[in-house]
């Protein structure tokens, strides 16, 4: 069974940071990890993505320069290394995989499974 787990969600004060963890079971093909976010109210954002066999990421421009995606292939494990977090940075935090080597970046209908998301609140 393919499941996605997110971990590391959390209280933070804003200009804080933390570091989300997304681990990977059941797959027998290569994919990609995308993350998304959703806050309250609001329709759901791509974040980032990585290929794992490449390397290759992609980012928001609202993340560019804060967050940081990797990947630790042996763990089967993608992380998202958030820094200098604002309030609007709020949100549940999904990831997601696209199946295949590279990532569909902010293609929604491309990513096949989903984790059941973590919440991350950035505090004024």
């Known amino acids: 069974e393919v499941q996605l787990v997110e971990s590391g969600g959390g209280l933070v004060q804003a200009g804080g940071s933390l570091r989300l963890s997304c681990t990977a079971s059941?797959?027998?093909?290569?994919?990609?990890i995308g993350w998304w976010r959703q806050a309250p109210g609001k329709e759901r954002e791509w974040v980032s993505c990585?290929?794992?066999?490449?390397?290759?990421?992609e980012y928001a421009d609202s993340v560019k320069g804060r967050f940081t995606i990797s990947s630790e292939n042996a763990k089967n494990t993608v992380y998202l290394q958030m820094n200098s977090l604002k309030p609007e940075d709020t949100a549940i935090y999904y990831c997601?995989?696209?199946?295949?080597?590279?990532?569909?970046?902010?293609?929604?209908?491309?990513?096949?499974?989903w984790g059941q998301g973590t919440q991350v609140t950035v505090s004024s």
């Open positions: 997601a995989a696209d199946l295949g080597t590279y990532c569909s970046g902010s293609s929604f209908y491309e990513y096949d499974y």
């Open positions: 059941g797959f027998t093909f290569d994919y990609a």
């Open positions: 990585i290929s794992r066999s490449t390397g290759i990421t």
